[in-house]
Nanobody, 129 residues
């Protein structure tokens, strides 16, 4: 069983930055995918970014609306994935969820929320105009 704990959300002005963290416990796996999804009020949950790795190989991807502004990274020693969010816009306002799966994912799978069995509790990000 994988448990995920998110942190780092908050209120920020347009153009500001936040860094979200997602710590996974209790084990470290050599093959892993961790992603970030978000859900705004009245909207469906959508993919933001994800990273997958296995025995030294990895790749990451993100949705077009955040490319150039958001960066996903990982710290294996801390079992933690980060989402650095820069140049935030009001439309980035949402509850952000961390998700994980103990598998390598293809480019087709990695953006689908249905591929992830483990989820965090969510953290609110609010960008004021």
């Amino acid at each position: 069983q994988v448990q995920l704990v998110e942190s780092g959300g908050g209120l920020v002005q347009t153009g500001g930055s936040l860094r979200l963290s997602c710590a996974a416990s209790p084990r470290t796996f050599s093959t892993y995918t961790m992603g970030w999804f978000r859900q705004a009020p009245g909207k469906e949950r959508e993919f933001v970014a994800a990273i997958t790795w296995s025995d030294g190989s990895s790749y990451s991807t993100s949705t077009d609306s955040v490319k150039g502004r958001f960066t996903i990274s990982r710290d294996n020693a801390k079992n933690t994935v980060y989402l650095q969010m820069n140049t935030l816009k009001p439309e980035d306002t949402a509850v952000y969820y961390c998700a994980a799966a103990v598998v390598w994912m293809s480019a087709r799978q990695i953006s689908s929320q249905y591929e992830y069995p483990y989820w965090g509790q969510g953290t609110q990000v609010t960008v004021s105009s």
